[in-house]
């Protein structure tokens, strides 16, 4: 599987385009806003997406999934649908940030943890990873070895936990139950800032200690 990072807004959130580079079927993972831009990276790559992909529910991730789902005429996929409370209040999100409102948003299809999502000849695994929100997933490419892993952990940091339904320790506990079993060599890309590999979270990530 080929894939783009695509800093997007302010929140310079990780909205990741992704692709099979056998069928070159795409997706959209976490389109956190400037659609335009996510519009003109596409176009340049001459792909064209067929699902929008969502790790949860928060306006930095989830801020442009209508748009362009309007654009393309796709289907928003994920997240779970524990997160449903999160996508409906979007609009307060955007006000709370001063930011043009956006709508409230109910996917066309919501994902639980064992499901799977086809791109093409890839396979990608759903793992529910409660913790940052309740209902937030991750995507992972078993045979590319390559995980989507959203606001869960990030190189040196894992997920905040100060909001409505977060649990700090249901997130360390997904992490180490869930994630880190997967494999040292596994290369995640975060929701934001660099990416880095489970193997080296799992000796240097201060909160994994």
Known sequence: MKYLNIP?????????????????????????GDADTLIAVL???????????LTHGHLDHAGAA?????????????????????LDNLPAQSRMFGLPECAPLTPDRWLEEGQTVQLGTVTLEVLHCPGHTPGHIVFFDRAGRLLISGDVIFSGGVGRT???????SDLIAAIKTKLL????????IPGHGPLSTLGRERLSNPFLQ
């Open 66 to 86: 209508a748009e362009l789902a309007a654009h393309y005429h796709i289907p928003i996929v994920g997240p779970h649908p524990l997160d449903a409370f999160w």
């Open 162 to 168: 100060d909001f409505p339904q977060s649990s700090h």
């Open 8 to 32: 997007v807004t302010a929140f310079s959130q990780n909205c990741s385009v992704i692709w099979d580079d056998e069928t070159q079927h795409a997706a959209v993972v976490d389109p956190g």
């Open 181 to 188: 079993p997967l494999g040292d060599d596994v290369t995640f």
């Open 43 to 53: 176009a340049e790559h001459n792909l064209t997406p067929s699902q929008i992909l």
